[in-house]
């Protein structure tokens, strides 16, 4: 499809470009911006990042941002329940690629706690999160062909849980049958609101998924990222 052929909601922003370094240079410019704008009235900003390969140049760009890193709470969307030196563990791979040059001075918020499954765990992630002050402030998003983001599946039995904006829990084990390892994720209520929200996308399948969730857009559960698709969202894509 082409890029003028989506039709997002009234107020939500959309940024292509026609590289993923030129993504990654444009959001790392935006993202610092806000955080420096944060900074400037209050005594901490929060950075929530997603896993996967996408966010890689993005996380190289932004690391080198001269920022009162500091004074930077970093934490992940979501994370597998796996240990940290784990090859798919998102939490190694924002320690080895955001967390590095001035950024090593952020502190890191880990999701991932002792426990055998996210559930033992949930308790130890909330309180590793108990400073963590919402709404947040930067909150960049990625997102499956299934309409999933953070870790939000379609599938999964916890799901309904996850979403409830009436509930105060900021975490949430999820189990999704489509994937291989269990997850925790923070919930619908903690990644609502944040003061700026990017969605970062690469390929057209994407595109094509992003199109997709634009239709029907009250069925949050079929697609979780409607939920997101709202005023104030910003779309920065790349081929």
């Excluded at 706690?113 to 765990?121: A, K, L, S, V």
Aim: charged share 25%; hydrophobic share 40%; proline share 7%.
């Amino acid at each position: 499809m082409k890029m003028h052929d989506l039709n997002l909601p009234e107020s939500v922003d959309a940024y292509f470009f026609d590289t993923p370094d030129d993504t990654a240079v444009a959001l790392a410019d935006a993202v610092a911006r806000h955080l420096s704008e944060r900074l400037l009235i209050a005594p901490r900003a929060s950075l929530v990042v997603s896993g996967g390969s996408t966010p890689l140049p993005f996380f190289e760009a932004l690391r080198e941002k001269p920022l009162d890193w500091a004074r930077i709470d970093v934490l992940l969307a979501d994370e597998r329940w796996v240990s940290e030196d784990d090859n798919d563990s998102n939490t190694r791979l924002v320690r080895e690629n955001l967390l590095q040059g001035p950024a090593s001075e952020a502190r890191y918020l880990s999701l991932k706690q002792p426990g055998d499954t996210p559930t033992d765990g949930l308790a130890a992630a909330e309180a590793a999160l108990e400073e963590l002050h919402l709404p947040l402030d930067v909150l960049i998003l990625g997102m499956g062909s299934d309409g999933h983001t953070a870790s939000l599946f379609p599938d999964a039995p916890e799901l309904n849980r996850a979403l409830d904006t009436d509930s105060t829990a900021i975490v949430a084990s999820m189990t999704p049958p489509s994937q291989p390892q269990k997850r925790i994720t923070l919930t619908l209520h903690a990644l609502s609101r944040a003061g700026f929200t990017a969605l970062h996308l690469k390929g057209d399948d994407k595109l094509k998924t992003l199109q997709a969730a634009c239709c029907d857009i009250e069925k949050i559960r079929e697609m979780p990222i409607r939920a997101f698709l709202k005023p104030g969202l910003q779309v920065y894509w790349s081929a």
